[in-house]
């Protein structure tokens, strides 16, 4: 199973990964956490990581690439993966096809999560991460059984500091354009499916599966 989930900061992307990933036992690979670790592990990608996420921009294309190139390669992901956060640009789009012809694999899906952007901002200035495991909460649609403590790991809830409604602004209003000729590279290939994300984590999970049901298995 060799899915893509598309959609802007907030849309469920990572949540619904991680419950695909846990129902189908295939990784859910998000560039996003990989940048979130290095800037913790603070090694070079990290400290490039650190100020392109915090001003809301994107990590340069190159760098993108050869990070998700390698962790394709990677064992875990012989029967699949799930990528959630890329592609974000079509310079990756593009680089993901060939890193997958050359590994022989296709892409079966690309799922694009959609949300409406009064919701977004709700989401994403109101969702708590992890600071030792990285799994992610919302204070009102989705909150830890304990007030700032992580139910998985007992680790510490804080807000990302790229979650602020400042920085929330500037990385829709950068994504959004990439988002749009993303549906486009994925309809010409027939590879695209919409699902509106206007309903609670369990009913879109229930929608994003039988999607896969259909579509994939
Ligand atoms: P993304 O990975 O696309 O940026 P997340 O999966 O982190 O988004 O979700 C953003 C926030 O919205 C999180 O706080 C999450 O708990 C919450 N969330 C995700 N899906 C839904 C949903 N269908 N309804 C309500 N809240 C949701
Ligand atoms: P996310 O966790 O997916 O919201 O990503 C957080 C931040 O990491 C983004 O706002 C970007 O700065 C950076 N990032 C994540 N994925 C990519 C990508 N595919 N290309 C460029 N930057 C990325």
């Known amino acids: 199973m060799n899915l893509i989930l598309l959609g802007l900061p907030g849309a469920g992307k ?16 998000s560039t996003g956490d990989i940048f979130r670790n290095a800037i913790k592990n603070n090694t070079e990608l990290g400290k490039i990581a650190k100020e392109v996420i915090d001003s809301g921009g994107l990590v340069p294309d190159e760098i993108t690439n050869e990070i998700v190139r390698e962790r394709l390669k990677e064992d875990d992901c012989t029967d699949g993966f799930i990528l959630d956060g890329f592609p974000r640009t079509i310079n990756q789009a593009e680089a993901l096809e060939t890193m997958l012809e050359n590994m022989n694999k296709t892409l079966d899906l ?12 709700k ?13 992610t909460y919302h204070l009102d649609y989705n909150p830890p059984k304990e007030e700032g403590i992580c139910d998985k790991c007992g ?8 979650d602020t409604e400042e920085v929330v602004k500037e990385r829709l209003e950068v994504n959004q354009e990439n988002l749009m000729r993303l549906l486009d590279f994925y309809d010409k290939r027939n590879k695209l499916t919409t699902v509106k994300s206007n309903a609670g984590i369990d009913e879109v999970f229930e929608k994003i599966d039988n999607i896969v049901k259909e579509k994939v298995l």
């Open 123 to 135: 989401r994403l200035t109101h969702r708590r991460t992890c600071s030792n495991c990285g799994a």
């Open 14 to 29: 990572g949540t619904q990964a991680e419950n695909l990933s846990k129902k189908y036992s295939i990784p859910h690979i």
């Open 155 to 162: 680790g510490e809830l804080i807000q990302r500091s790229d």
């Open 110 to 121: 690309a799922l694009y999560i959609k949300v409406a952007r009064e919701e977004l901002i």
